[in-house]
Structure formats: structure tokens, C-alpha cells
């Protein structure tokens, strides 16, 4: 059996861009950035951030076009591909991508989506709301043997 899935959960880096194909299906392009942060062998903290190339299609691309913006919190969920072409130069080129089967939207840069404000990082506590509450994770590493089950 063979498995090719890709979920990420990041922010966009810049507003979607729709077209249509020559078939007249629509298509929405977008990209998504991830960070990672790890300890070196020194112990040292470091940071890594990937830029993934989103493509998404039918009524689903018109609906991402309409509604994502730049820096909005986004999950994706697809299949990874690589296309490769000649340019009108004549020079071959490559993209991995992913595909886009579900798009899920997170909350706007500007702090709301539907509705309900969530808070940001540098904003005032929220109200008692369980949706708007804001979790402070620990800056420290987890050690497993420390957690009770």
C-alpha cells in the first residue's frame, strides 16, 4: 500500500490568486509558510521556516480566493506533486506542490473569523470565553517521562 498526504498548518504569504484552466475549471494558487524550532546539539535554539506551494481546485479554489488573505492562519490537506515543463526559453523546470483536497481556515491576521475574536499575541487578555481564550504554551522542551500517563 501506498500513501502520499501532506497536512500543514501555517500561515499564508500572500493573498490567493485564481484563474481558470483552459477546461474553464477554476484553480487557486497560494502559498503557506511553517516554522519549525529545534535545539541544536550545543543546545541552541533554531528556527527554520518552509514555504509550501498550495494549489486548490473547483468551487473549493473559488471559495479560498473569496475568503483567504495574507497571514491568515490556514490547515491544508492533500496530496504532494511535482510537475516539470519547458519554459518559453527552452529551460526545464520543476514545482512540488500540494494539492489541495480540504482547506480549513483559521483566523484573519486581524484577529476574527466568523464572528469571534481571538486574541493576539500582544492584545489584552480576553474575555472568560472559551473560544477566545488565549493558551501560553512553555517556552521549555517537554520532557516525556515527565507527563503522567
Known amino acids: 500500500m501506498y500513501l502520499n498526504k501532506a497536512i500543514i498548518i501555517g500561515n499564508m504569504t500572500k493573498d490567493p490568486e485564481m484563474r481558470a484552466l483552459p477546461s474553464g475549471q477554476k484553480v487557486t494558487s497560494f502559498s503557506v509558510a511553517t ?4 535545539k541544536d546539539k550545543d543546545g ?7 514555504f509550501h506551494n498550495i494549489s486548490v481546485f473547483g468551487r473549493q479554489a ?6 483567504l488573505k495574507k497571514g491568515q492562519a490556514v490547515l491544508v490537506e492533500g496530496r504532494i506533486q511535482t510537475r516539470n515543463w519547458d519554459d ?4 526545464k523546470k520543476n514545482r512540488t506542490e500540494i494539492i489541495a ?6 483566523p484573519k491576521a ?6 469571534s475574536t481571538y486574541p493576539s499575541k500582544n492584545s489584552a487578555p480576553a474575555e472568560s470565553n472559551s473560544v477566545g481564550q488565549q493558551i501560553d504554551y512553555p517556552e521549555e522542551e517537554i520532557n516525556p517521562d515527565d507527563i503522567p500517563f
Open 35 to 38: 516554522n519549525r524550532v529545534w
Open 62 to 67: 473559488e471559495t479560498c480566493a473569496q475568503y
Open 101 to 106: 483536497e480540504k482547506v480549513q481556515f483559521g
Open 88 to 91: 518559453k526559453d527552452g529551460v
Open 44 to 50: 541552541k535554539k533554531q528556527e527554520g521556516t518552509e
Open 110 to 115: 486581524g484577529g476574527s473569523v466568523g464572528g
